[in-house]
């Protein structure tokens, strides 16, 4: 699917929810949440101008790295990273920053 503005949220998918959630107290006690508010899109479900930025961002970081044959394992052992980090970043779920500077300083 083309990033545009109608996109779904990356964390949501389009929902505008997320759950089950434990929700603890504190004091031993808490409570289980089916749907909860999406914390990125406030339950809209369409991805925000910011993360619509990640999404950009990291769909080029995605191509880079699958057109050197490169695994997400394998870039997560060379950049000392854990893949699921890697995922997030290159999926729009996490500002990938971090991972751009990793890449340019290779």
Same mark, same amino acid.
């Given at each position: 699917?083309?990033?545009?503005?109608?996109? &779904? $949220?990356?964390? =949501?998918? @389009?929902? !505008?929810?997320?759950? +089950?959630?434990? %929700?603890?107290?504190?004091?031993?006690?808490?409570?289980?949440?089916?749907?909860? &508010? $999406?914390?990125? =899109?406030? @339950?809209? !479900?369409?991805?925000? +101008?910011?993360? %619509?930025?990640?999404?950009?961002?990291?769909?080029?970081?995605?191509?880079?790295?699958?057109?050197?044959?490169?695994?997400?394992?394998?870039?997560?052992?060379?950049?000392?990273?854990?893949?699921?980090?890697?995922?997030?970043?290159?999926?729009?779920?996490?500002?990938?920053?971090?991972?751009?500077?990793?890449?340019?300083?290779?």
């Amino acid at each position: 699917m083309p990033i545009d503005e109608s996109c &779904p $949220c990356p964390t =949501c998918k @389009g929902t !505008g929810h997320v759950g +089950p959630i434990h %929700l603890n107290y504190g004091n031993g006690r808490g409570e289980w949440k089916v749907k909860v &508010p $999406c914390h990125r =899109c406030g @339950g809209s !479900g369409i991805a925000t +101008p910011e993360t %619509l930025d990640w999404m950009a961002r990291g769909k080029v970081l995605r191509e880079a790295r699958l057109a050197s044959g490169e695994t997400m394992g394998d870039a997560a052992t060379r950049l000392g990273m854990i893949a699921s980090a890697i995922s997030a970043m290159e999926e729009g779920k996490r500002e990938p920053s971090r991972l751009e500077q990793k890449v340019a300083a290779q």
